[in-house]
């Protein structure tokens, strides 16, 4: 099974994770713009700029469409389907391997519990380096507290994610501090300030097709990312 993009205007893919239906639901509302769609938790999602209706391909894998300015500069995998520790290693492994980078959503009630961290061990280590903690809820704790979660995180997350950062803190309208993250370590840069996206930034949507098959998919070539002025002022929490 493979993901294929339009070779004419690759756009990078990025997976979303979650092991737990409330912080599958805060992924998408917050990257996609809607609610995941009914009776599909146990299939691949591939989500896509657009307004046409979700697409059921009979093969393991829902085309989603949605609107949102995430989509607008990048495809997302939707792969909270393997999160189980108890599910086969290979699908997984396979899955990740159509993808450019990663975020992963937890929750700040229970942060990062060993049971993500055993599945997200199966993520080779250069993935690892472009991918982003997203807590959910870490907007309401406050002050020490906040500090003292994120501390916490940073620790145990070590060598698992290059940063963690709040799901609902953004680095501009529409766009995540995670998703700006994540799109600056593949080379797509989102400049901090608030409701400026950079000009290379600015990819025009188009409409990812699903081949299944022998055929593979290469990765875009990865970026040298200048360093983030978003990581910088977290490290301040």
């Known amino acids: 099974m493979t993901l294929a993009p339009d070779p004419a205007a ?21 990257l996609a713009g809607r609610s995941p769609p009914e009776g599909s938790a146990s299939r691949l999602r591939h989500l896509s700029f657009g307004t046409d209706e979700d697409d059921h391909d009979g093969n393991g894998v829902l085309r989603v469409q949605a609107c949102s300015p995430v989509l607008e500069m990048c495809d997302l995998v939707d792969l909270s389907c ?9 699908p997984l492994e396979r899955a990740l391997d159509l993808c450019e980078a990663a975020i992963w959503c937890t929750s700040a009630a229970d942060p990062w519990p060993s049971r993500e961290a055993l599945v997200w061990a199966r993520a080779g280590r ?31 997350t070590e060598g698992f994610f290059a940063e963690c950062a709040s799901l609902s803190e953004a680095a501009a309208p529409g766009i995540p501090v995670v998703v700006a993250e994540v799109l600056g370590m593949v080379g797509l ?3 901090h300030r608030v409701g400026h996206v950079a000009p290379d930034a600015a990819v025009r949507p188009v409409r990812v097709s699903v081949e299944v098959g022998d055929a593979t998919r290469t990765p875009r070539p990865v970026k040298s990312a200048a360093p983030s002025p978003f990581r910088r002022a977290s490290r301040k929490d």
């Open 82 to 90: 393997f999160t189980d520790p108890a599910a086969p290693v290979g």
């Open 126 to 156: 250069p993935l690892r380096a472009r991918s982003m903690l997203a807590v959910d809820g870490l907007q309401e704790a406050k002050g020490a507290e906040r500090r003292r979660l994120l501390r916490g995180l940073r620790r145990t």
């Open 10 to 30: 690759a756009r990078p893919q990025i997976a979303m994770l979650a092991a737990d239906a409330e912080a599958v639901e805060a992924l998408w509302d917050t």
């Open 189 to 191: 840069p989102v400049s």
